[in-house]
T-cell receptor, first 118, second 114 residues
Framework: AQTVTQSQPEMSVQEAETVTLSCTYD???????LFWYKQPPSRQMILVIRQEAYKQQNATENRFSVNFQKAAKSFSLKISDSQLGDTAMYFC???????????????FGQGTTLQVKP | DSGVTQTPKHLITATGQRVTLRCSPR?????VYWYQQSLDQGLQFLIQYYNGEERAKGNILERFSAQQFPDLHSELNLSSLELGDSALYFC?????????????FGEGSWLTVV
């Protein structure tokens, strides 16, 4: 069974600085998808970024980028120029790319609470 | 705003009772998912529907049931409620439920069982 591990329960960063959140996963599959979701105090889950395992290029969305290391099964999120609005819990998630019974099932890590300080 | 609508936003009920949570997916999305977020279990996948039919099942208790109607809205029914059922229940949707689809979440329904 696939598992997702976020080893940093809490992190903090000064406004305008860069922070990296770690995520590792365990799977025997070759094709899959990885996601980072943000959950601000409002509790809504917001998609930050997604990565397809068969693509070697790291995904980027504005100030958010990932470092996808497939062999190491690592998927870290880098937030550049941190803003106060980035304060939230961040979840790493895995989705298999095969098996109709697993379609759409996101497996989440435990989350990392990020505090951006002024 | 993700386009996924959930009602009610907050619900307080007593043990042993039954509640229904309602979800309208994003316009055009055929697949609906239910997730539970609790302090001890984290975010857990419960069940997925595609165009009215059950597609995948996760850690959903037998006391819980769900369905997706012809107009694509979905309901999650929770019965014989226990204190441990207190959680944030998310509905989410995607275009066709295929692997790799981006899944968009609603704002969640806070359930408190007292």
């Amino acid at each position: 069974a696939q598992t997702v591990t976020q080893s940093q329960p809490e992190m903090s960063v000064q406004e305008a600085e860069t922070v990296t959140l770690s995520c590792t996963y365990d799977t025997s599959e070759n094709n899959y998808y990885l996601f980072w979701y943000k959950q601000p105090p409002s509790r809504q889950m917001i998609l930050v970024i997604r990565q397809e395992a068969y693509k070697q290029q790291n995904a980027t969305e504005n100030r958010f980028s990932v470092n996808f290391q497939k062999a190491a099964k690592s998927f870290s999120l880098k937030i550049s120029d941190s803003q106060l609005g980035d304060t939230a819990m961040y979840f790493c998630a895995f989705m298999t790319a095969r098996g109709s019974s697993n379609t759409g099932k996101l497996i989440f890590g435990q989350g990392t609470t990020l505090q951006v300080k002024p | 705003d993700s386009g996924v609508t959930q009602t009610p936003k907050h619900l307080i009920t007593a043990t042993g009772q039954r509640v229904t949570l309602r979800c309208s997916p994003r316009s055009g999305d055929l697949s609906v998912y239910w997730y539970q977020q609790s302090l001890d279990q984290g975010l857990q996948f419960l069940i997925q529907y595609y165009n009215g039919e059950e597609r995948a099942k996760g850690n959903i208790l037998e006391r819980f049931s769900a369905q997706q109607f012809p107009d694509l809205h979905s309901e999650l029914n929770l019965s014989s409620l226990e204190l441990g059922d207190s959680a944030l229940y998310f509905c989410a949707s995607s275009v066709d439920g295929q692997p790799g689809n981006t899944i968009y979440f609603g704002e969640g329904s806070w359930l408190t069982v007292v």
